[in-house]
């Protein structure tokens, strides 16, 4: 990919960039023209996603936490507020509760404003730590999963954050990378596979720093919330997946190999007994990159790659975590030259929170199976290093006989 020049990843930037803030602008000029000044030309709340995280902090904050997870009232809520009907279901944890809990504390607009600059600052803040070169602010801005998120007001900027940060932490500080890795626990569902790599990597001190500080998030959850809320969560658990058997979720917008099997046709069941095998996999392949002591770009890779195809439930902004694999393993490239094939997969990976749209459009899911490729490319980069005699340590030559100056 000799067209892929520094003059281009300069350019193209750019243009990404310019276009969102025309697409942003013309939501805001909407919102402002609209009857209450909140929806957007799509007939949504400017924000869209973050509108139920606004609504379930200002149920809590009217002393009435546990109606978050009564749905019809929740909705009623949203529809009363917005006056538009865009029904989005609070589904996570309590602990995701109290975390947004302090955003109704400002009115609405303002309190979107100031969660993405506070969100969005320590992710491109690590970002740049994970690939230390001027270009990646401007690919980081240009990232669409970065462009996702910031749209719909999501917190794949925090989830990433407080990932990617506990990782860098984990071995110079592994006490408070284990509590900022602990505290994305308010997401379960995408964090699962973080114990097991701990475990595989031996980094008990950080494991237990994760287990105290998601345990304390529990624990004050319960005292600030109470025991009501808790009740209300555990009844309605399972209503992600009643939506998927009623026919109510999105699935083509999801990014998940089990989404990918009931596009196909395989059912509820096989899809789920399909997943289950991946899950499996995944698994296996991130406890032997993190048993083998891979260097920290292999390890923090292959973990957050491993958290993607885990899920069964995820979605494009979830995406945000993948600018971290990406940051990682274009700076490996960088510096050391690609593995044959790796720089069209990166570049793909880039640009699939794009592509969910044409798997949305033509039912192919396009998105697992770039994440399956650059997992088995990181799995790929592991044996190498383990091929290496100096151990998991960087090389001094590179992987591969084309070296990476033609790009940057």
């Known amino acids: 990919m000799e067209w892929l020049n520094r003059e281009r990843l300069t350019v193209y930037p750019r243009i990404f960039i310019a276009l969102y803030l025309l697409f942003c602008l013309a939501l805001v000029y909407s919102a402002a023209r609209s009857p209450t000044g909140l929806t957007d030309f799509l007939d949504r709340p400017l924000g869209t996603d973050f509108s139920q995280f606004w609504m379930a902090s200002s149920l809590t904050l009217a002393g009435e936490p546990a109606q978050a997870y009564n749905f019809p009232q929740f909705l009623a809520a949203q529809k009363a507020f917005f006056h538009v009907d865009f029904p989005l279901p609070w589904v996570y944890p309590p602990t995701g509760l109290l975390l947004v809990m302090p955003?109704?504390?400002?009115?609405?607009?303002?309190?979107?404003?100031?969660?993405?600059?506070?969100?969005?600052?320590?992710?491109?803040?690590?970002?740049?730590?994970?690939?230390?070169h001027p270009l990646v602010w401007s690919l980081s801005l240009a990232y669409p999963g970065t462009f996702q998120n910031f749209v719909h007001g999501q917190n794949g900027f925090l989830?990433?954050?407080?990932?990617?940060?506990?990782?860098?932490?984990?071995?110079?500080?592994?006490?408070?990378?284990?509590?900022?890795?602990?505290?994305?626990?308010?997401?379960?569902?995408?964090?699962?596979?973080?114990?097991?790599?701990?475990?595989?990597?031996?980094?008990?001190?950080?494991?237990?720093?994760?287990?105290?500080?998601?345990?304390?998030?529990?624990?004050?959850?319960?005292?600030?919330?109470?025991?009501?809320?808790?009740?209300?969560?555990?009844q309605n658990a399972t209503v992600p997946m009643q939506l998927v058997e009623q026919g109510r979720m999105p699935v083509p917008k999801m990014?998940?190999?089990?989404?990918?099997?009931?596009?196909?046709?395989?059912?509820?069941?096989?899809?789920?007994?399909?997943?289950?095998?991946?899950?499996?996999?995944?698994?296996?392949?991130?406890?032997?990159?993190?048993?083998?002591?891979?260097?920290?770009?292999?390890?923090?890779?292959?973990?957050?790659?491993?958290l993607l195809l885990f899920t069964p439930h995820a979605f494009p902004y979830d995406l945000t975590l993948l600018a971290l694999p990406l940051a990682w393993l274009g700076w490996q490239g960088y510096r050391h030259g690609f593995l044959s094939g790796e720089l069209p997969v990166l570049l793909l990976a880039w640009l699939s929170p794009l592509l969910v749209f044409i798997s949305t459009a033509t039912r192919v899911p396009l998105v697992p199976v770039i994440l399956a490729a650059l997992f088995v490319l990181v799995l790929k980069r592991c044996q190498m290093e383990a091929s290496w005699a100096g151990g998991p340590a960087e090389p001094e030559t590179p992987l591969?006989?084309?070296?990476?100056r033609h790009v940057f």
Not at 107 to 125: K, M, Q, R
Not at 172 to 200: E, R, W
Not at 400 to 404: E, I, N, S
Request: hydrophobic letters at 65%; zero cysteines; proline letters at 6%.
């Open 103 to 132: 955003l109704a504390l400002l009115p609405y607009l303002p309190s979107l404003a100031v969660w993405l600059a506070l969100t969005l600052a320590p992710y491109l803040a690590v970002l740049r730590r994970l690939a230390p």
């Open 159 to 234: 989830t990433a954050a407080l990932v990617g940060w506990g990782l860098v932490l984990l071995d110079h500080a592994p006490v408070a990378g284990g509590i900022l890795l602990g505290l994305a626990s308010f997401k379960p569902h995408l964090m699962i596979l973080i114990p097991l790599a701990l475990v595989a990597g031996r980094r008990f001190k950080a494991l237990a720093a994760l287990l105290a500080s998601a345990a304390l998030l529990g624990l004050t959850s319960f005292l600030v919330l109470g025991k009501r809320v808790w009740l209300a969560f555990w």
């Open 255 to 306: 990014i998940t190999p089990f989404a990918a099997a009931l596009q196909a046709g395989a059912g509820l069941s096989l899809s789920l007994a399909l997943h289950l095998v991946i899950m499996a996999g995944v698994a296996g392949g991130v406890f032997w990159v993190w048993h083998r002591g891979a260097s920290l770009a292999v390890r923090g890779a292959a973990l957050v790659l491993g």
């Open 400 to 404: 591969t006989v084309k070296p990476a």
